[in-house]
Nanobody, 125 residues
């Protein structure tokens, strides 16, 4: 089985930066699509970013495009989310997810097989 663990969340001032990490177990990591989702206060969980197994294809939600960057280091079994120019509306619990089957519908929660416990990001206004 695959287990995921997020880290790097915290409190940051608007305009600041944070880098989230997702550490994964299992040899299937390198061939899996990896995504980041988030859930803000009183909101539904939403898609943030995704990266294919090769690392050569990434997609971002319009709300974070140009500010966030997703990357992966397969040798370290780790996926990153670099977040710059943070805004108060970015405040949320951020979740890392793995899609072993590499579904086409990468924006949908049900496409992912494994989830981390989440890491909280709070951006002060």
């Amino acid at each position: 089985q695959v287990q995921l663990a997020e880290s790097g969340g915290g409190l940051v001032q608007a305009g600041g930066s944070l880098r989230l990490s997702c550490s994964a177990s299992g040899r299937t990591f390198s061939s899996a699509t990896m995504g980041w989702f988030r859930q803000g206060p009183g909101k539904e969980r939403e898609f943030v970013a995704v990266i294919r197994w090769s690392g050569g294809s990434t997609v971002y939600a319009d709300s974070v495009k140009g500010r966030f960057t997703i990357s992966r280091d397969n040798a370290k079994n780790t996926v990153y989310l670099q977040m710059n120019s943070l805004k108060p509306e970015d405040t949320a619990v951020y979740y890392c997810a793995a899609d072993v089957d590499n579904h086409r519908l990468y924006r949908q929660i049900r496409s992912y097989d494994y989830w981390g416990q989440g890491t909280r990001v709070t951006v002060s206004s």
